[in-house]
């Protein structure tokens, strides 16, 4: 019997194989973003301080990874690291610094700029009603700043999640790969395999980041009231 | 009577060199109300920031009770609670409601107790007319609303003084007047302020004394039916004539 394209999707558990690699590719997205708030509030109220070395070196840093395509950096960290300083990272493990090292910059430059929102007006009021500095930032600036970021920060985890797709050139399983290897695996029972299952990613892309999306333009909206 | 609040020889410039203040020796006693008159950049809006120590001065001091005030450490969150400061621009939490506005401070710190503080401001709340707008949020409130609960959330850090920098200068001039009846009240009772305006008829009505300040050293310094009937030196008289003028305009 003549295979219906769209069975290749549910022999076996190519389906659930299929969730699987999401996840996978999720998971690098997920732990390089939490990674990535913490790394970059730090970085952020670091690049805040007027001090010339250290907007200089934040600077060039901030620089480097945005010009630099994810792609590279990738390779660089992968192969780089074990050819060059012998350190024998897995394929999900270089993802996850890479993915971090690029979130870290943007996140940064997003707490930077939140900060610098907050008018120094709030500062003085903070102090003068006796809050020590610690105390202004943790109850007026920082709350303030993360409802000024949030959007964009939702924005760039979603960027993140669609950038993943990358990492299956440095070997790791997600669900690109996994789609490549079913395909590979039906290439004579069902020749039209591949429409199917890179539209099946599609929408499980599309699952994910959605949501993510419809969130930043809700938070968006709301801020603007 | 001992004063209260006093400043010696306070100087301050921006830049090390356009001196803002020179020299400026002060004092306020116990239930005093001072008002700060003077041109636009002759320095009183920095003289209470310096009061405040939100702008470090160069030199001289300033005395609370008696003792000097070290510009610098921890004493100085003690010293901002005895000496609350409300700012033209109101500058309350955009992102916390009123009550939560007004509780923050006594509660982080002064460690006070939530429900007390509470009590506390919704009676102050109801004297300034805003206790129904106690659960809104500053950006749905108007100018005058935002200035009243700008008072009242420096009021329940139980100052000693309070120092209110152009409160009602944002404000369109029917707001004006919800402001300054709050002001008014407070002198009645008894409150020690530190007031700079641009309403002298306000000035006139609520002021034990009136500073003239001009290009960074107080000029003039007296009672009210004194000083604006019958103002001693030239610049004052300059000063208060530009007033008359934007009255005759309108």
């Not at chain 2, 702008?55 to 921890?74: A, F, H, N, Q």
Request: hydrophobic share 50%.
């Amino acid at each position: 019997m003549q295979d219906l394209g769209i069975q290749v999707l549910f022999r076996g558990n190519n389906f659930l194989r299929l969730l699987e690699g999401m996840w996978a590719a999720l998971r690098i997205a997920l732990i390089a973003m939490a990674l990535s708030v913490l790394l970059g509030f730090l970085f952020g109220m670091l690049m805040t301080i007027h001090n010339r070395a250290i907007q200089c070196i934040s600077r060039i840093y901030l620089e480097t990874v945005r010009i630099m395509p994810q792609l590279v950096l990738l390779f660089l960290v992968y192969f780089g690291a074990a050819k060059h300083m012998g350190v024998n990272l897995s394929g999900e493990m270089a993802s996850i610094l890479v993915f971090t090292f690029w979130g870290t910059a943007e996140m940064g430059d997003l707490v930077r700029s939140a900060l610098i929102a907050v008018p120094t007006h709030q500062y003085e009021s903070g102090a003068a009603l006796g809050m020590k500095k610690w105390q202004t930032y943790f109850y007026i600036v920082i709350p303030q700043s993360v409802r000024r970021l949030l959007p964009s920060a939702v924005s760039l985890l979603t960027r993140m999640i669609k950038t993943t797709s990358l990492v299956v050139l440095i070997g790791v399983v997600e669900v690109v790969k996994v789609g490549k290897q079913i395909i590979d695996a039906s290439r004579y029972t069902n020749p039209k395999a591949a429409l199917w299952v890179y539209g099946a990613i599609f929408l499980l892309y599309f699952a994910v980041c959605f949501p993510f999306s419809k969130l930043a333009a809700v938070l968006e909206r709301k801020l603007a009231e | 009577m001992e004063p209260i609040l006093q400043t010696k020889h306070l100087q301050k410039s921006y830049d090390g060199s356009h001196q803002i203040l020179k020299d400026i020796n002060f004092s306020i006693k116990q239930g005093e109300v001072v008002v700060i008159v003077g041109p636009s950049g002759c320095g009183k809006s920095t003289f209470l920031k310096c009061l405040n120590m939100l702008e470090p001065m160069d030199r001289g001091e300033i005395y609370l009770d008696g003792k000097s005030i070290e510009r610098e450490g921890k004493n100085i969150s003690l010293y901002r609670q005895k000496v609350g400061m409300v700012f033209q621009s109101y500058e309350l939490f955009p992102h916390l409601n009123v009550m939560d506005n007004l509780l923050l401070a006594p509660r982080k710190v002064q460690k006070r107790k939530k429900e007390e503080i509470q009590k506390e401001a919704e009676t102050l709340l109801l004297r300034v007319g805003l206790w129904e707008k106690r659960k809104a949020y500053p950006r749905e409130l108007s100018g005058g609303q935002k200035q009243r609960v700008a008072i009242v959330r420096a009021l329940l850090m139980h100052p000693e003084v309070l120092l209110l920098d152009e409160i009602t200068a944002a404000l369109d001039p029917e707001m004006v007047r919800e402001v300054l009846q709050v002001v008014q009240e407070l002198a009645k009772e008894g409150m020690t302020m530190v007031i700079v305006t641009h309403e002298m008829k306000f000035a006139k009505a609520v002021a034990d004394r009136v500073l003239f300040m001009d290009g960074g050293i107080i000029v003039e310094e007296e009672n009210p039916q004194e000083f604006f009937v019958y103002p001693k030196t030239d610049r004052a008289k300059q000063f208060l004539n530009t007033f008359h003028y934007a009255a005759l305009e309108i």
